[in-house]
């Protein structure tokens, strides 16, 4: 037996009530409220859904701590608040974290003002959450710290959605399960004003090369960093840039001797505040802010960010041994900011807005500016609201309280190992990626030894993983399952045999030829080197830090 994907059926002429260009975490979310609102919505992606800067996120769900400098109480009560949503309902994907704020005797910021601003982000966020803090993660992180200065640790919680690809592979499903025709790997060319109004846009299939006119009553463009292009493309004038993108690169290492067990916050060699985080067993470090107006498709970290980073973390923890042949890989992404070229890039604010074109001449056309991955079902409910299609009860999943989350997820394991076939570590790792669906997928498992085996032998992922993502979430190539599907390739010990062991076994219960296999394993080798690049250049500082 083999497993196709869906046919994607032509959308020539098709009429919807809402067209959402742009298949991020915004795009995605405001699909499904749309959906759910009874509105035939249609959601057009140029690559893969989360492809852009979703995945380029540092993949905390935080209110912002640092935002309450900015005095942004409504902008950190707001993500509070979702935060504790997204906890409730994707117990699996979104998890606490116990954070360590660690500043040296010549911070900027005051002990007073530091614990003033943790007693408010606390109350703020409802009380404490349960992030297994021990005074261990302290005392492991204090035996790193640079000894030759006075550190104050400071103590709190936020929380970590170490995949937003899976939240929003989980969010598409739900909307199409609502009715929302989605569609990746398709790009909008342009959008069709005529008399002052928005009709539709014309579409470009970027497998097929076929291009089709589809029309619409409301356009929401949430492109994110491309936001403007849309709108250049389409000979829609706004008075100035909407946003003023700034590159933000992260550096992945392993998880070196020691390392905290805990999320550090700290300042960086200009104090700027960076993260130094357990991530995917590994450790991530990050960010940086530079002004960024090219390409957000070919955006990578430049050599300058990556000595900073590297140089931050050594100035911290001068004990840890470091060479660059230990950074895994490094990747960036673009913050669609609004433009605000006066200010410096961290005082512009993180608060989402939704652009109306009408005074640009292209009524019924809203643009996403701005966000994060934290808040991005509340301005996908703000923006359904502003196009008339709200839900009448807003319904929240709830599959668990934070108390009993992980009771529950222990219950699916269970009931998955129980049905043999599938080891323990299997089925949690199946379940920590796939929550509910999980059953489905390890029912599938149940068919063959080839759906059981996992996509390589670093891995407790399997195959069944990858068929469901073909079949059931929209993956059209080998990249979108090994990069945002089911995410192995982000992971430790990802390598050239790895892919080729997992294009195997996938290809051969998707029935592939040898054609196919060859193709999608060079079209999934050159987007892996594109977005998670190794450092070109040796830094002097690295270098020195080696001998
Ligand atoms: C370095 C960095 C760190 C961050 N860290 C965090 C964090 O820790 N926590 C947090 O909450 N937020 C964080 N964020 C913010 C968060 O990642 C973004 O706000 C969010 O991902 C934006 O999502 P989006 O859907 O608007 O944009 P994107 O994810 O960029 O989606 C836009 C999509 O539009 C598509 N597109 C563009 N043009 C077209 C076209 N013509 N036709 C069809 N599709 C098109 C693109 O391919 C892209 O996939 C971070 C951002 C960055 C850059």
Known sequence: MSYAPPIRRPLEGERFHVIVIGGGINGVAIARECARAGRRTLLVEQHD??????????????????????????????????????????????????????????????????????????????????????????????????????????????????????????????????????????????????????????????????????????????????????????????????????????????????????????????????????????????????SDQGD?????????????????????????????????????GVRPLPFAPKENASAVTRKHHLHDHAPDGAEHMISVIGGKLTTAAELARQCASKIGASRKSSKTLAIASAQNAELLLDRWVIEIGNRGGISEDTARGIVEWHGRRALDISRMALRSAELRAPLCSHTEHIVAEAVDAFTGEGAVTLGDVLLRRVPVALGACWSPTCSREAAARIGAVMGWNETQSADQLEAFESERSAFLRKPARVSSVLEAAAD
Not at 208 to 232: F, H, L
Not at 296 to 309: A, F, M, T
Not at 313 to 332: E, N
Request: charge should be positive.
């Open 49 to 290: 859904f989360a492809a852009g800067t979703t995945s380029r996120a540092t993949r905390i769900i935080h209110g912002g701590l640092r935002y309450l400098e900015h005095a942004e109480i409504g902008l950190v009560h707001e993500s509070l608040v979702e935060r504790r949503r997204l906890l409730r309902e994707r117990p699996h994907l979104v998890h606490p974290i116990h954070f360590l704020l660690a500043l040296d005797q010549n911070s900027g910021r005051s002990a007073l003002a530091i614990r003033t601003g943790l007693w408010l982000y606390r109350r703020l966020g409802g009380g404490k959450l349960q992030a297994g803090s021990s005074r261990e993660d302290q005392q492991k992180l204090e035996r790193l710290l640079d000894s030759g200065r006075r550190w104050s640790v400071f103590s709190y919680e936020d929380a970590q959605c170490e995949f937003p690809e899976r939240l929003v592979a989980e969010w598409l499903v739900e909307a199409t399960e609502a009715g929302a025709v989605a569609r990746n790997h398709t790009q909008v060319l342009a959008v069709d004003v005529r008399h002052r109004r928005v009709v539709g846009v014309l579409l470009r299939d970027q497998l097929s090369g076929k291009e089709e006119r589809v029309e619409a009553t409301w356009i929401i463009n949430a492109t994110g960093p491309w936001a403007d292009r849309i709108c250049q493309r389409s000979r829609i004038q706004t008075p100035h840039p909407m946003v003023g993108g700034v590159r933000g690169s992260h550096i992945v290492l392993p998880r070196f001797a020691g390392a905290p067990d805990a999320a550090v916050y700290t300042e960086a060699v200009d104090k700027r505040p960076i993260f130094v985080i357990p991530w995917n067993e590994q450790v991530l470090v990050g960010t940086t802010e530079v």
């Open 296 to 332: 957000p498709g070919k955006v990578q970290p430049s050599p300058e960010e990556i000595d900073y980073l590297v140089r931050s973390l050594l100035h911290l923890f001068p004990g840890v041994k470091l060479s660059t042949a230990d950074i895994r890989y490094t990747f960036a």
